[in-house]
Each structure stands twice: as structure tokens, then as C-alpha cells.
């Protein structure tokens, strides 16, 4: 399919989808690193570039890698400007469209093109063009706001980061398919339930531990670009510095263990609608609405934690009476031409 192909189908059929796609991404991650000599990237500084949903589908995978030993860091692009020094090894581009200037832009500051990988939706795109080493999805039909390429693109990073540090998902990874589709099912009336005490809030603040970042950043671009919800996003700590007191006309969703447990059971103490998503199956703070996710590795987690997020956009679009297909604000500049490209780059 050529970018001019694309198609897109509603936000729900989208995450009716995601199950074939996870599935789908599964054998085709399983493939590319049976071939591809993974062991280069070990050892060695990685530099993943990403913006908007990218990015933050970035933020758990990354304190991941960390925590093996990995050196990893995250970039927007737009943090990269021309003339900045070389500060990875390996330069990885992830956008679905592949077509984000700034990711472009930043990952053409890597000279050495075979150190340079693109995990794209859209073959053909300007960043796969950049790249020497592609993982391509393979054109999967999307909703507008991205949902069945977001989770793809979430089990090439968890598989990848796993092929990195030497563990062992595969089990988790072939049963998350049937997960996310009995997951669908069963925690949507919990979610459409606190969903319900939103109409009037003024802000949804989405909060998580480090782990699980990615839900929290995702969720709040979910929420205002679904159901144009005004929403914000931070990790449990830096929350806990000082954003907690504009406790008030908010929302809470906050995605983690022990600690979030204990945030949860603080802020209900004001009397405000508070979403929690946990693995810790003991702990459910009186007061407080609770989505138990099972306890999985991190990186099928994440695709977990996203569900529920999905769900929460999906519900406060019907609160709000909002089109959550349809945009505000045109985007004029968030996309290079299809065929726009480095001087001197030549199409694979």
C-alpha cells in the first residue's frame, strides 16, 4: 500500500483489530530477529527518536532497557537541533506514518546509514528511505487516531528490548493476543463506570510509575484527541512534587503498584474520581474505581495498560459527545511529503 493508499477505519474497529495485529507483529518480530544480527546493538549506546504517540510509546521500553543495564535514552527530535554531537551509537526512528519531520530530521545526524533502523507502518515512507535497517509492519490499517499500529509498534519495542537483554517473554507474548481481546470484554463496563463521573471535570491528570509511562503520556493524548478532554501526564515522583495540589475539579487515572496504591488512597481523601490500574491484585483503596490488570512481564503489560487507556478514551467521547474520529485543529506541518528525502539518498 502507497502513503497516498491509506485507509482508516473507526477508533473502536481499531482496537477490535489490535488482537490479529499484536499477533501478526508477533511472527514478523520473531522473523526479523531470527535474521537480523541483534548482538550489534548490545553493548552499545541506542538512541530511540519519536514524537507524539511515538514518543511516548517510547517511555516505558526505554526505563526497560535501563534497568537491564542497557544505555538508552529518548528524543523527540525537536531536541536534536542541527550540529549536535553524535550521542548514540545506533539511531532508531519510530513513527507509524514514518513521515515526522523531526524524526527524520534528527535520525540523518547518524552518518553511518546501516547504524541507522526505522520501525514504520508505511513502507516507502521518508524515514525507512533514511534508514538502512527497516522493521516495517507492514501497512496495517489504522484509526485516524493511531491504535492498531500504536500496539504493533509497542510488541516490536517490547520484543526488541527483550532480544537486547536476554529474557525470556515468549510465552507472554503468544498469549496476549487472547488477553487483549477477554481484557476488551471484561474491563470495559469498570472503565464506562468511572468514565461516567467525567462529564464536568476540568482536567484528567494520568499518573504512573516509571515502568508504566507510557500508558500515562499515551492516555493523555488519547483523551485530547479522542474526546478532546483536557489531560496531562507525569511519572509518580515528579507528580508528587508539587502537581498534586491542584487536586480540585480533577480527574485521577493512575497506573502502577504499592505507591500508586498509596496516591490513590491520599487523593481520595478530596472527594474526586479516581481510576486506578494495577497489577497488585490485594490492594483496592475504598473510594476509588479499580481496573486489575494480571500480572505480565513489562513489555506485554504495556500493551495492557494501553487497552485500558483506549477504553477510557472510547467512554469519555460517548460522556463528552464527542466525535472522537474527528480533529479540531488542522495539522500543517507534522508530515513531509512522501518523497522527501536527504540530497543524495536513494530509494532502497
Not at 53 to 70: E, F, H, P, W
Not at 241 to 254: E, F, R
Amino acid at each position: 500500500m502507497t502513503l497516498s493508499q491509506e485507509k482508516l477505519i473507526p477508533f473502536a474497529a481499531g482496537i477490535d483489530a489490535q488482537a490479529d495485529a499484536v499477533k501478526a507483529t508477533y511472527h514478523l518480530m520473531q522473523g526479523w530477529l531470527a535474521a537480523w544480527p541483534v548482538d550489534s546493538l548490545k553493548d552499545r549506546r541506542l538512541l530511540f527518536i519519536g514524537i507524539g504517540a511515538s514518543r511516548a510509546v517510547l517511555a516505558s521500553t526505554i526505563y526497560q532497557l535501563r534497568a537491564k543495564g542497557v544505555d538508552a535514552q529518548r528524543s523527540d527530535g525537536d531536541d536534536l537541533p542541527d550540529g549536535s554531537p553524535m550521542i548514540a551509537d545506533w539511531y532508531i526512528g519510530v513513527s507509524q506514518s514514518g513521515r515526522s519531520p523531526e524524526v527524520v530530521r534528527a535520525i540523518r545526524q547518524q552518518p553511518d546509514r546501516q547504524r541507522r533502523i526505522s520501525i514504520v507502518n508505511q513502507p516507502g515512507s521518508p524515514l525507512e528511505q533514511a534508514c538502512g535497517i527497516p522493521i516495517n509492519l507492514g501497512a496495517l490499517i489504522d484509526s485516524g487516531m493511531s491504535s492498531v499500529a500504536l500496539m504493533a509498534t509497542a510488541v516490536v519495542l517490547g520484543m526488541l528490548s527483550d532480544a537486547l537483554t536476554g529474557t525470556d517473554n515468549d510465552a507472554a507474548w503468544q498469549r496476549l493476543p487472547s488477553h487483549l481481546t477477554t481484557l476488551a470484554s471484561r474491563l470495559r463496563p469498570q472503565v464506562a463506570h468511572f468514565a461516567a463521573r467525567l462529564k464536568h471535570v476540568g482536567c484528567v491528570d494520568l499518573v504512573a510509575r516509571a515502568g508504566s509511562l507510557t500508558a500515562a503520556e499515551q492516555g493523555a493524548l488519547f483523551l485530547r484527541e479522542g474526546p478532546k478532554v483536557p489531560a496531562m501526564a507525569s511519572a509518580t515522583r515528579n507528580y508528587l512534587h508539587g502537581m498534586t495540589d491542584a487536586v480540585g475539579n480533577t480527574a485521577h487515572v493512575i497506573i502502577g503498584g504499592a505507591r500508586e496504591s498509596l496516591l490513590a488512597r491520599q487523593l481520595a481523601e478530596f472527594a474526586v474520581p479516581i481510576l486506578l490500574v494495577t497489577d497488585n491484585q490485594d490492594d483496592h483503596p475504598p473510594g476509588v474505581d479499580v481496573v486489575a490488570i494480571p500480572l505480565l512481564p513489562a513489555g506485554p503489560r504495556t500493551l495492557v495498560e494501553i487497552l485500558v487507556m483506549e477504553l477510557l478514551a472510547l467512554e469519555l467521547a460517548a460522556v463528552w459527545g464527542s466525535d472522537i474520529d474527528a480533529g479540531v485543529m488542522g495539522r500543517i506541518d507534522t508530515k513531509l511529503a512522501a518523497s522527501e528525502r536527504a540530497p543524495g539518498e536513494e530509494r532502497l
